[in-house]
Nanobody, 121 residues
Framework: QVQLVESGGGLVQAGGSLRLSCAASGSIFSINRMGWYRQAPGKQRELVATITDGGGTNYADVVKGRFTISRDNAKNTVFLQMNSLKSEDTAVYYC???????????????WGQGIQVTVSS
């Protein structure tokens, strides 16, 4: 079993910064892609950013230039540095990871429980 645990959310004023962390633990052989998604009230879950084990990154247009995703492969941890936060960034943020639990079994996606980020204007 694999668990993803997020931390670092909370309440911040517009223009401020937050750093989210997500640590994967359990039976892990390797992790390819890790990422962050978010879901605001009444809206669908959307991609924020992803990063591969080789460091390749992908960002949603609305966060480019403000958010930075990074990871520590040795600790199976992914980070999201969020700067210049706006009220529209308010959402529950979910960690996602594409995990192989053994060499011989294809990978599957796992999700964290979600963490609230609230940006006050």
């Amino acid at each position: 079993q694999v668990q993803l645990v997020e931390s670092g959310g909370g309440l911040v004023q517009a223009g401020g910064s937050l750093r989210l962390s997500c640590a994967a633990s359990g039976s892990i052989f390797s992790i390819n892609r890790m990422g962050w998604y978010r879901q605001a009230p009444g809206k669908q879950r959307e991609l924020v950013a992803t990063i591969t084990d080789g460091g390749g990154t992908n960002y949603a247009d609305v966060v480019k230039g403000r958010f930075t995703i990074s990871r520590d492969n040795a600790k199976n941890t992914v980070f999201l540095q969020m700067n210049s936060l706006k009220s529209e960034d308010t959402a529950v943020y979910y960690c996602n990871a594409d995990v192989k639990v053994t060499r011989y079994i294809r990978s599957r996606e796992y999700w964290g429980q979600g963490i609230q980020v609230t940006v006050s204007s």
